[in-house]
Structures are given as C-alpha cells and as structure tokens.
C-alpha cells in the first residue's frame, strides 16, 4: 500500500510513495554501515566544514524547504522559514563545539596514562515526528553526525518530502553518499530495522505508547535507546506575576505550531487570587488569533496536520466539556475543507476530566484554579508526563527555587515559554521518555564512553 503525503489545508494528495521493500532496505542499511567505516575515522575538523555546509544550504533554500514543511503538514509559512534558520544554527552549533564536547578527558590514575574518549558507536535509527519534521531530524542528526555516527530515518507517513530533502541535503553538503539514509517504509516495518544487527542504537521522538514498542524492541537487542515523548506541560501563574507578561507567553507556548508540540503550553494553573484577571486577559488574546492558509502570512494558525488529529483533539474537547468543563472560545469544528480547528479555551476543568489529565495535541489551552502556590505545584505535578514546566513570578529567587526543586520535569522555566536551545540540554522524565538531546549530554548519548589505561 502507497504511503500518501496529502496537504492538510486543502485534503489533496501531494505525493504518493511506494514503500522500501526489503531488498531495497537491506541494501540501504549495508551501504550505510560502510560508509560508517569511513566516516568514523575522519577528522572532527572535516565533519565540522561539512556541517558547515549544510547550514549553508539550508539557507541558501530556506524557502523551499519551508513551502515543502507548509504543505505536507499544515505549519504557517513565517514558523516554517524559522524552523529552518533554527535547523542550520544546531549545524552551526555542533561544527563549533563538537571538538571541545568530545575532547578525550585526562584521568590521574596509577597509570602512566589514562583518559576518558568519546568514540562513534554506528549507525543511528531515528523514528522521527511530523510536527517539526526538519528540526526534529537536525537536532539528532547533527550531533549524531559529528560524533562519527551514520543516520538512518524514518520518519513519519505524511513528511516523506522533507524526509527526502534532507537526506539530499546532507549529500549536497558533502557528507559520504550513504552515510545518512531514508527509509521510505510504513511503522510496521520499523521493527526489523531496530534488530537489524548493523543498527547501533535507536532514538525516537513521539508518542508514549510508540516509545514504549521502540525500547521494548531495542531493549530486546540491547540498544542504546533515547526517546522524547508526550507532554502536558504545566504553566503555574503566581499571584505576583507580570500578568501581561505571562499570558503573552502562554499564548505563544500554546499555540506556537498550531498546539502541535510536545512542549507545548498545555494546563495554564492560575491561582485563585489573579485566576479571575488572568483568564479574561487570556481570552482577549486568545481570541485574536486567526486560523486559516498557512501560507497567508497573516495566519497564526494554520491546519492540524491530519483531520484524524483535529477530530481526536475535538473528541477531548467534547468529553472535558460533557464531564463540567466550560469552553469560553472555540471547541467546534469549522464548517470548511481542511483539518482546521480554532484557538480553544476550557475553563473550569477539574481532575476526572480529558483536559486534565490527558494530552491535548492542538491549540486548546485548559485553565484551572488553584487555591494557593502549593496546590498549583501539586496540581502541575499531578501527571504522568515530564517534559516541560514553567512558573511566573515577580520574584526571580523564588521562581528559580521552584522551577529546579518542585515542579518535576526535564525543562523547567520562568517567565516564559518552554522551548528548545540547542545550547542546552533536552528531554523528559517518567512517561515523557529519557536521555537527552542537544547540549553537550546530546552529542554524549551515542558514543561509547571509553576508558583508556595506559600502564
């Protein structure tokens, strides 16, 4: 069966892909492996000019690529070109620092010589997302590539263009023909590849169920695994927050990508005292937000990438409002083409409800009351995810003790948005995955950390 990209804007078919039958994956994955050999052995000085390069290139067809991203999965034109800039600075970023982030570290031993060393482990899968379906890739294939590893991907049905298109990318950079690869397959295939014994290790960016087969396969064949999944990324506002502050960044951190992340802003908790101020200030913003052709570049919002997606966030909506939650703004489908769904806002949600405890993947922002500070942090903390996090205080003191000691997730911030740095280091606890992307403990999670003695 044909794996289809149809654009989620106008419901036509963009492209239709004949999936990799195994002969064509057997000779994808042999052909990467020994490029692999050569790579690993190259100097960190080489990588970096190709990695160079290939932010060059970005640049050089930032709006090709965009335009590709806008019509395979509904992201607005503007959020798509910045996600392209955001892709070549992580090339830019690992090409600089990759040197010093993998630089053998000199231990005193008995030994006349002994020393840590960070050495390439193979050829990566990555099972990647449609959401941010360049910066998903860069982020791991960047590091990944600069510490002398390959790249397999599969990424997700509807984004095989840009699957595609950077794969010839990394080529056009200069990097060995086959050392990054695509595999054209469906998730049924997925399986396979993981036990493939020329596969190193796996990471994966998606769902909590997805990433609980991924390890489970990979465990299976004792393989590395780093896995970033679900959210419900609680925003705790405190009674002497800069209220306009604060709804403008959860405004952007909920509706950034049409909702569709991750990190996302997803439960606003907004204690009793401002709770009242704060909401009819989050609905006058809210509500100016404009849905519609994500190449109009006066959209906020553009598509949701599937209509299965739009009618199973709308489904949660319905179930939240049905079991006492009231929508202030939104919550119907639109009566037009395409998988629209309006900026949503649910009001009195309480535990029991699909908005409290589920995550809402599109732009529908819950808000809920706590009585005091301590109940707000109870509240954030009552889920099973652990992706982001994020407090608004006046008293910065106070929100850093909060943001590293209370609220338990993998990114904590205050007074703004939860997003991610290349800088920094990425990723989740408990039911949103572990190990870590980006950074210095990014480019670390797949080599072999080796001891070197010397007598």
């Not at 620092?97 to 990566?124: I, M, N």
């Amino acid at each position: 069966m044909a794996i289809e990209s149809v654009n989620p804007a106008t419901g036509e078919l963009i492209k239709a892909y004949r999936p990799m039958d195994e002969v064509e994956i057997e000779s994808a994955l042999d052909e990467a492996c020994l490029a692999w050999r050569e790579w690993r052995r190259t100097d960190i000085a080489e990588r970096a000019d190709l990695m160079r390069r290939a932010a060059v290139i970005l640049r050089e067809r930032s709006e090709e690529y965009a335009q590709l991203m806008t019509a395979e999965m509904g992201k607005t034109i503007a959020q798509a070109r910045a996600e392209i800039e955001k892709c070549a600075g992580v090339c830019e970023f690992y090409a600089e620092k990759a040197v010093t982030f993998l630089a053998p570290e000199e231990v005193e031993t008995e030994a006349s010589h002994s020393f840590v060393s960070y050495e390439a482990l193979g050829p990566v899968l990555a099972v990647m997302p449609w959401n941010f379906p360049f910066w998903q890739v860069f982020r791991f294939a960047a590091p990944a590539l600069m510490a002398g590893n390959g790249g397999i991907l599969k990424h997700a049905s509807n984004v095989y263009g840009c699957a595609l298109a950077i794969e010839a990318i990394f080529r056009a950079a200069g990097f060995p023909e086959h050392l990054f690869r695509t595999l054209v397959i469906g998730s049924e295939q997925v399986a396979s590849v993981i036990d493939d014994r020329r596969i190193a290790a796996v990471t994966l960016t998606g769902s909590t169920p997805a990433g609980q087969a991924v390890a489970s396969r990979a465990g299976q064949a004792l393989k590395k695994t780093v896995l970033e999944l679900g959210g419900s990324d609680p925003y705790v506002v405190l009674a002497d927050a800069d209220l306009e502050l604060a709804v403008a960044a959860c405004v952007t951190g909920r509706l950034q990508n049409t909702g569709q992340s991750c990190i996302a802003a997803k439960r606003f908790i907004v204690v009793a005292e401002i709770y009242d101020e704060f909401q009819e200030r989050l609905l006058e913003v809210m509500s100016e937000k404009k849905f519609g052709d994500p190449c109009d570049e006066n959209m906020d919002l553009g598509p949701m990438a599937k209509q299965s997606l739009r009618d199973e966030l709308h489904d949660q909506v319905v179930r939240s409002i049905e079991a006492g939650a009231k929508c202030l703004l939104g919550g119907e489908i639109p009566d037009r083409p395409g998988a629209f769904y309006p900026p949503t806002l649910l009001t009195q949600v309480g535990a029991g409800m699909p908005a409290y405890h589920e995550e809402l993947f599109g732009p529908v922002a819950t808000l809920i009351r706590a009585a005091d500070e301590a109940e707000a942090i109870m509240i954030a903390n009552d889920t099973p995810f652990g992706l982001g996090a994020a407090v608004f205080t006046s008293d910065l003191e106070h929100g850093t003790d909060i943001a590293r000691r209370e609220l338990h997730a993998g990114a904590c911030f205050v007074n703004d948005f939860v997003r991610s740095d290349p800088r920094l280091p990425f990723g989740g606890i408990k039911e949103s995955g572990y190990g870590r992307e980006l950074g210095v403990f990014g480019i670390r999670e797949f080599v072999n950390i080796k001891t070197v003695y010397v007598r």
